[in-house]
């Protein structure tokens, strides 16, 4: 019977066993696991591959040398190590859900190739930019139309907002067949409630909160933005210090709890 399940492959970029041990024990949130979790069923093989295991070789020097040079070029990487390292597994996949461009493209490249045989789910997170950044240069256009055509290998494209399909649309609209579907971007509810500890609110005040450290977080303008209320924000970004004011607290050292 288990040769029969379809087999859903999930790609992460980072170290994500951690997360997922921790998520399934509920001592962190499961959004960014998307929706792996939710798939879970005694007819489906799910499994997940991660930016883990060798570092060294050839083969492993040669497509870090290409995703840095990748994301000197356009901001967004091409981190083709994860599918070297665990070839096997993506090619025997029956579904494979990509969740960042620097994975995805990487895996569209191959699927567009012949190589993977499986249907691919590409979650896409501000690939636009990378169109943006290929105005003026022969080789970027070149290289933002072969993605264009690429992404019209993919069963589905998923993006997090309608701005990103917009987007989408109108800087990859010689890649035939693109219509990205937005799903808003879920939250944990059953994780993140109000904190039930006396005299927390108190103590520390009312303050604006924002979280991430991805690169289109925009914190030079939040930070002009605020002008004296209070804001705590959580980034392992390196923010501009003459617009820290006393008001603005900047940690990165935070676990899930």
């Known amino acids: 019977m288990s040769s029969l399940k379809k087999k859903v492959l999930f790609v992460f970029g980072g170290d994500w066993s ?12 499961d959004e960014f696991l998307y929706g792996m979790r939710y798939v879970m069923h005694p007819s489906l093989d799910v499994s997940f591959v991660d930016d883990t295991g060798s570092r060294g070789g050839v083969s492993e020097s040669f497509w870090r040398h290409i995703h840095q040079w990748f994301a000197g070029r356009f901001v967004i990487g091409f981190y083709a190590n994860i599918y070297w390292r665990n070839r096997p597994k993506f090619e025997e996949a029956d579904v494979i859900v990509t969740t960042k461009d620097s994975i995805g493209l990487p895996v569209l490249w191959r699927k567009a190739s012949g ?3 499986g249907k691919v789910v590409y979650i896409s997170q501000g690939l ?11 080789i970027n256009e070149k290289i933002r139309r072969t993605i264009g055509g ?24 010689d890649g035939p067949g693109i219509n990205p579907q937005v799903i808003l971007f879920g939250i944990d509810d059953k994780f993140w409630a109000p904190c039930r500890e006396q005299n927390v609110s108190s103590r520390d005040g009312e303050y604006i909160l924002s979280v991430g450290s991805d690169s289109l977080r925009d914190y030079p303008v939040l930070l002009r933005a605020i002008e004296d209320d209070p804001l705590r924000i959580v980034t ?22």
């Open 18 to 29: 951690k997360l997922i041990r921790e998520s399934a024990e509920g001592r962190a949130p």
């Open 236 to 257: 392992r970004q390196n923010l501009p210090s003459d617009l820290l004011k006393p008001t603005v607290m900047v940690r990165s050292d935070l676990d899930w709890m």
């Open 150 to 173: 690429h992404l019209k290998s993919a069963e589905l494209m998923v993006v997090f907002g309608d701005g990103d399909a917009r987007a989408l649309k109108e800087n990859f609209v």
């Open 115 to 117: 190589k993977i045989p």
């Open 128 to 138: 636009y930019k990378l169109a943006e950044k290929a105005a003026g240069s022969k």
